[in-house]
């Protein structure tokens, strides 16, 4: 499988507007070596650095930077995205926090053994980051997909999703096979599957019958999630990014 498909033409570097492109890797050295450049160029440039990716890369990429990971604002994507829904929201507060000013990130929300419904999530998430970001803030995030591990069919769909593809010199281009701004309208009208397990009815007659559905409500995701995971709430709730 290559590792970058084919780019219409080339594209700048401004601080103009937004640009989402998408990385294709393979193995620790490739990922370091490519995401280490990417922010190293931005730390020299004096851009906010923001990079959301999962250990063990986030550790090896820091030993990589050296003293310049100091200037750079690391996240554990796997607690931030435990909840994918979390993901738009802490891209958006940290475009919003830089304001005018040219920054950088890096998000990888899939990587080798995220389930199902959290892959589906996680594209509708990448599809809706095209729109989420106004189109004038200077953000350039770049999301790392490991080819190697992932299935083919989440890289085909990688790069319908990204407009932008990053190439092995650490330029980037624009992707021809990029399926549009529509694309997360997708998540919205595609049906829902039946439920797993049976609905539960409650008649509310009283306060007392409405404080055991708030109850209900509250602790039952709570239970499902301790079940599959263990006891963290950040199987159901979304957590803080800073």
């Avoid at 990589?64 to 607690?79: C, I, K, P, Q, S």
């Avoid at 007392?208 to 709570?222: G, I, N, Q, S, Y």
């Amino acid at each position: 499988m290559s590792m970058t498909a084919p780019a219409q033409r080339s594209v700048p570097r401004a601080s103009s507007g937004y640009l989402h492109d998408v990385l294709f890797w393979s193995g620790e050295r490739d990922f370091v070596t490519r995401t280490a450049a990417f922010v190293m160029e931005g730390v020299a440039a004096g851009e906010p650095v923001l990079v959301a990716v999962p250990e063990p890369r986030s550790r090896a990429l820091q030993r990589h930077l050296g003293r310049a990971a100091d200037e750079v604002r690391f996240v554990d994507m796997a607690a931030l995205g435990a909840n994918p829904a979390c993901i738009i929201d802490a891209w958006s507060q940290f475009a919003e926090e830089c304001g005018k000013q040219p920054s950088r990130g890096v998000g990888e929300p899939l990587w080798p053994g995220r389930r199902e419904p959290e892959i589906a999530e996680c594209e509708l998430h990448e599809a809706l980051l095209n729109v989420a970001i106004g189109a004038q803030r200077p953000l350039w995030l770049r999301c790392p997909y490991d080819v190697t591990g992932l299935p083919g069919t989440v890289i085909e769909r990688a790069r319908g999703a990204h407009p932008f593809l990053a190439s092995t010199d650490g330029g980037t281009g624009m992707s021809d096979t990029y399926a549009g701004d529509g694309l997360g309208l997708e998540g919205f009208t595609t049906p829902l599957p039946e439920p797993a397990t049976r609905p539960v009815a409650l008649r509310i007659a009283d306060l007392a019958t409405l404080k055991a559905l708030r109850d209900l409500v509250v602790h039952r995701p709570r239970w499902r999630a301790w079940g599959r995971t263990g006891p963290s709430t950040s199987a159901w709730r979304c957590t803080s990014w800073r």
